[in-house]
């Protein structure tokens, strides 16, 4: 079975401050993750997958096999980062298995 | 907008009650998704189609929820005898196939309240 855990329900942190999300998994396969991001009054939307190796906004994620990790980083947070983040696994039968999602507060 | 879209936004209800919802997807995409997400929780998978097959429908919750995309296009969630543990907000996404068919495009869901 698969499964993707966040263990900080809420992340609060200062303007400037770096900010780690944290996402741990387990799956038998090889793992496809994303992170996908919502907005107050805005719909999900994906942030960024780990195959592109891409940085959006500022952010980054590493997937660690070793430690089944895939935390989301940035090394200054803006206020508009404030959202709540979703660490999600894609399996080969299409569907995304989603963490319970970490909120990020960056305060002024 | 060509986004996907969902109607009704928000829905109340009597427990008993049959409701049934509506995705439209991104016009191109054949792909498409049902995920249910309660407070506090991160969206749980329901079931999907590919045009108008439904491929995955062993994630469902029970035999009262239903799922139909009958020519491809937009799909409808069924829900008979609601209960109140059904509250939640339902959500849609859609996909296209191929190279692409990795990046899932959400709605912006439909809330049920279940009284």
């Known amino acids: 079975a698969q499964r993707v855990t966040q263990p900080e329900k809420l992340l609060s942190v200062f303007k400037g401050a770096p900010v780690e999300l944290k996402c741990n998994y387990s799956y038998s396969g090889s793992p496809e993750l994303f992170w996908y991001v919502q907005y107050s009054r805005q719909r999900l939307q994906l942030l960024l997958r780990?195959?592109s190796r891409e940085s959006i906004k500022g952010f980054t994620a590493d997937l660690n096999k070793g430690e089944t990790s895939f935390h989301l980083k940035k090394p200054f947070a803006q206020e508009e980062d404030s959202a709540m983040y979703y660490c999600?696994?894609?399996?080969?039968?299409?569907?995304?298995?989603f963490g319970g999602g970490t909120r990020l507060m960056v305060k002024p | 907008d060509t986004g996907v879209s969902q109607n009704p936004r928000h829905k109340i209800t009597k427990r008993g009650q049959n409701v049934t919802f509506r995705c439209d997807p991104i016009?191109?995409?054949?792909?498409l998704y049902w995920y249910r997400q309660t407070l506090g929780q991160g969206p749980e998978f329901l079931t999907y189609f590919q045009n108008e097959a439904q491929l995955e429908k062993s994630r469902l919750l029970s035999d009262r929820f239903s799922a139909e995309r009958p020519k491809g296009s937009f799909s409808t969630l069924e829900i008979q005898r609601t209960e109140q543990g059904d509250s939640a907000m339902y959500l849609c996404?859609?996909?296209?196939?191929?190279?692409?068919?990795?990046?899932?495009?959400f709605g912006p869901g439909t809330r049920l309240t279940v009284t």
């Open positions: 780990h195959i």
């Open positions: 016009s191109e995409h054949n792909r």
């Open positions: 996404a859609s996909s296209s196939n191929g190279q692409g068919a990795w990046e899932q495009y």
């Open positions: 999600a696994l894609h399996n080969a039968g299409n569907m995304l298995t």
